[in-house]
């Protein structure tokens, strides 16, 4: 009995392991998916997000529209100056969102006109098996 249950333990540390660095790993590809992304954003390419976002995001969101109100919210702020990342985080369930993949990403960055901002981008595991923007969130710093 004491033996079923060392390895019962020991089968439950190495599964909790094993997610650990699936998660870890997964963490990081999301993490470069959003960096990526942003320097279509930093560069103007609105358009082109969104044609990089996840299906989910296009399906919420039309082209036209992401354009215009990206437009308004990033003009005003300036070129940025420099980002950092802050940390990021593994969920399988995020509110008004279907079930799935996602990492919470987020960055602060130094905006030229508008000084210093947290900006929170959600990359999710899309049908292709890549992860793709699934929601964009700026605000200012704390």
């Given at each position: ?20 660095q699936?998660?870890?790993?997964k ?116």
């Amino acid at each position: 009995m004491k033996r079923l249950f060392s390895i019962a333990v020991m089968t439950s540390v190495l599964y909790s392991a094993a997610f650990a660095q699936d998660t870890a790993a997964k963490r990081v590809a999301a993490e470069k998916s959003a960096q990526n992304w942003l320097v279509l954003v930093d560069s103007g390419h609105y358009g082109e997000s969104w044609q990089e976002a996840a299906t989910f995001f296009q399906s919420k969101v039309s082209k036209a529209d992401w354009q215009t109100d990206l437009k308004q919210v990033r003009t005003p702020l300036g070129p940025v100056r420099q980002r950092a990342l802050l940390g990021s985080i593994y969920r399988s369930d995020l509110p008004n969102a279907p079930k799935g993949e996602y990492v919470i990403v987020q960055f602060k960055t130094e905006f030229a006109t508008k000084g210093a901002f947290v900006e929170t981008v959600t990359p999710m595991l899309d049908k292709d098996g890549n992860w793709r923007v699934s929601g964009y969130f700026v605000k200012p710093a704390q």
